[in-house]
């Protein structure tokens, strides 16, 4: 329906505009002399109201063919032909009002005015309907603009709640505090363990400040950031966590989103390797297929663990990160079985 | 004094124990790394002080807490957790922030001291309350049995039913017994499929087979595996609600 239907001040003016309309035609209709302005008006304004509707449909044309994506001939033959179809309607509408009123009120006016009339009609049919449809392309064009600007503001506002989100994740405190705890442990049993930690620790937090900088990295940065994150939990977690990575060179050699891969890996421990009282192996692939980087992270997972559905284990943010830098070809899969976590991002491959 | 130490990882473990060492009147009776050990050596034990980490597999700190009767004095040990923190504040509960000094430690050993002099004791169940609250709906139910611990799912309850001061769940044909209020039951599980249908009895909607009315505001729950209860008028209308 068109939107003006739904608004009843808007249509009471726009109304009222069409009633100027019929006061400026039943002014001209006055001129050759044969019938007063007002007995004119009589005749006109009915035939103008009913003219404010149908021309109304010049929304669905406008909406059938945008500017922006017909060639200009098609939009130009479409309106001028529903413009002429409008037109002859007006002019079938004025010959029954005609008789209406010759039947209702005999005798009134000259006899014939309105038949020399006609031809004046037929040109304000077209010329108004015209104008209908200009006045709807603009507000397209305009509703456009504004659309166009919301989506921007809206993409902005994701990418840098993005980047908060990430720059929180680089520094998750329970890492930090046990990593430090584990530093505050190995002080005094084994004091070269404890530097070696110490200088992890410090690479680690290095590398993911630099990178939050970043636009891109390569995936071999990315991932001596993960390895850097997992040398550190494995002094934590001892035997508990095993590591295996499985990525090719020509792999490592694409072009990620950085700290796109982090959050998965300190998601496979927190939720999978540090629920579970024996530990377990983490599993890093990467491959890339037709064009695309598909990166894999499995993670054995306590079957009694707390569960929450759709958001697979908080990794909502890379899902957003991914949709907004690569739109419909950035993915998250996440496979959420009993004993088992899998999460895997694909995205475009870019190897500059 | 006789303590056990509780924490998953070795490292952990290994700082409370060399701070331990300092003090001859302490003997460490048992090192756990997880809740369920943690659970068994409090039980097996009984010692004056427990160190118990928050976070662990399967079974948290909080969690141990719930299932410890006696409950000896506790010193929590956590390194980030906002909302049990706050907790241990508000309820004058004691405990250590990973990685924490000498000093510190110290500190908290002869406040716990004083404790087991004086035989007072924080408020844990409303430490205990408060964590829940922060956690959605409780998605399973710890019941002690002597020195082992049961996990009952949500989605393996039947029902629950009141018995003095203890509820009985019911999962799969057997039933638990857990010292705690229906009332305290029903607010942690989830509104949507646990109702309470009586006075006595709390039903898991999954196992609803079918509704029998005898006479006017008198009905009876059949259950899918045929179990029959009571419902009440209020436990009706809830039902009609949600059905």
Known sequence: ???????RRALLLYLLVWLAFALMLAALMAIPGRISTAAALAFTAPLMLLYAFVSLSAW?????????TTNIARVLSANILASALSSVLLLAAALGWEEVIQWLLPGTGTPGWEMESLPLLAAAG????????????????????????????????LARDAELKALRAQIDPHFLFNSLNSISALTATDPPT?????????????????????????????????????????VRFGNRLGIELDLDDEVCRCRVAPLILQPIVENAIGHGIAGLVDGGTIRIAGLSRNGKLVLTVENPADPGRPRNPGNGMGLSNVRKRLSGLYGAEGRLDVSDEPDRFVASISFPARSV | MRIVIVDDEDLARGVLREHCEHHPDISIVAECRNGFEAVKAVAETKPDLLFLDVQMPKLNGLEVLELLDPVPAIIFVTAYDMYA???FDVHAVDYLLKPFSRERFEEALQRARERIV?????????????????????????????????????????????QDDYVSVHSGGKAYLKPEALSGLEASLD?????????????????????????KDSRIAILKDGTRLPISRKGFDKLKDLL
């Not at chain 2, 922060?134 to 989605?155: C, N, Q």
């Not at chain 2, 509104?191 to 509704?211: Q, T």
């Open chain 1, 1 to 7: 329906m068109h939107p003006l239907l739904k608004d």
């Open chain 1, 60 to 68: 669905y044309i406008c909406r059938a063919f945008p500017l922006a």
């Open chain 1, 126 to 157: 077209v010329v108004l309907f015209l104008l209908a449809s200009a006045v709807h392309y603009l507000l397209a064009a305009f509703d456009l603009a504004r659309t166009a600007e919301r989506n921007a503001l809206q993409l902005q506002v």
């Open chain 1, 194 to 234: 404890a530097r070696a930690m110490t200088l992890k620790l410090a690479d680690f937090l290095r590398l993911s400040m630099s990178y939050g900088a970043r636009d891109t990295v390569s995936l071999d940065e990315e991932l001596s950031l993960a390895r850097s994150f997992l040398d550190i939990e494995k």
């Open chain 2, 85 to 87: 923190v706050k907790a």
């Open chain 2, 118 to 162: 004086d035989g007072t004791v924080p408020d844990f169940s409303a430490v205990a309350r408060e964590n829940l609250r922060h956690a959605p709906a409780v998605e399973r139910i710890l019941i002690r049995d002597g020195t082992k611990v049961h996990i009952i799912s949500a989605d393996a309850i039947d029902y629950i039913e009141a």
């Open chain 2, 191 to 215: 509104p949507a499929r646990f109702i309470r249908i009586h006075r006595s009895y709390i039903l898991n909607i999954d196992r609803l087979s079918r509704l029998e009315t005898y006479a």
